[in-house]
């Protein structure tokens, strides 16, 4: 059975989970322990970080990736683009995991790391009592080493909030003109950037049960963007596209 490495509420794990979700595709969702991962991952693949597929003997590591497999294996309902715009779209999609995708996740832990209950709730939400307990106990080193990786420093927060709030300009201007951000069909773009924007966005039909954003600092950053173009267009998209499948 085909299976996929991930976390519940990771935007880069969600944009995998989508694609196969998209090409209705049968698979085993295995959600891993934050931490522990890191060896679990590692013993099939090049880097520690998830989404990995496994594919009978094939492993593919990385979102993007993992959707131009499952292009190439399942080409029915193709999430490609038009190979006129091929390489600007996937430039335009790398681009956007980087500005928003990263930029978004830095933002969000530099204020949800204050509050282990929440964190609980979306790395062991789903799991027996015995892994929620030992998060608990592993909470603290494990806060640590998210904020050394993700946060960094105040400065480069605050340099993550004005380059993702460039990037939805940029996408608020592309969707003035289109309802697509590239050619006149949704493709792998428009998902993997609603993607990136489900974090913010919180979309219902997005198949993570999101708890209470508990921070009401982070809520003053996140409200205005609520207003934007590109945030309603990702509701939008998520409402028309997504196909939950549990
Ligand atoms: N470039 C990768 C990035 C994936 C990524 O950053 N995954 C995070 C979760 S959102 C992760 O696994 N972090 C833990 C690690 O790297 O060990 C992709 O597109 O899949």
Same mark, same amino acid.
């Given at each position: ?51 990995? *597929? $496994?594919?009978? %003997?094939? =492993?593919?590591?990385? &979102? ?80 640590? *080493? $998210?904020?050394? %990786?993700? =946060?960094?420093?105040? &400065? ?91």
């Amino acid at each position: 059975m085909r299976e996929l490495l991930l976390f519940p509420h990771s935007h880069f794990c969600e944009k995998a989970v989508w694609g196969l979700d998209y090409k209705g595709l049968d698979y085993r969702k295995k959600f891993l322990f934050p931490g522990i991962h890191m060896m679990q991952v590692r013993r099939v693949a090049p880097q520690s970080s998830v989404p990995v *597929l $496994l594919e009978q %003997v094939r =492993v593919i590591q990385g &979102a993007g990736e993992i959707l131009g497999y499952l292009e190439e294996q399942y080409p029915e309902r193709s999430l490609n683009p038009e190979q006129s715009v091929f390489s600007e779209a996937l430039a335009l999609e790398k681009r956007m995991d980087v500005e928003l995708g990263e930029a978004l996740r830095q933002i969000a832990y530099a204020y949800l790391l204050n509050y282990p209950d929440y964190c609980k709730a979306c790395f062991v939400g789903h799991a027996p009592w015995w892994q929620r307990a030992m998060f608990q106990i592993f909470f603290p080193k494990l806060r640590k *080493l $998210l904020h050394k %990786v993700y =946060v960094k420093s105040d &400065a480069s927060v605050a340099d993550a909030v004005v380059r993702a709030t460039n990037a939805m300009t940029e996408l608020d201007g592309r969707l003035a003109s289109s309802s697509f951000l590239m050619g006149d069909r949704f493709t792998r773009v428009d998902l993997s950037v609603c993607a990136m924007l489900s974090i913010i966005v919180q979309p219902d039909e997005h198949p993570f049960d999101w708890p209470v954003q508990p921070s009401a600092e982070l809520e003053a950053l996140i409200a205005p963007l609520r207003e934007r173009p590109s945030f309603q267009w990702a509701k939008g998209v998520y409402k028309e596209y997504r196909q939950v499948r549990v």
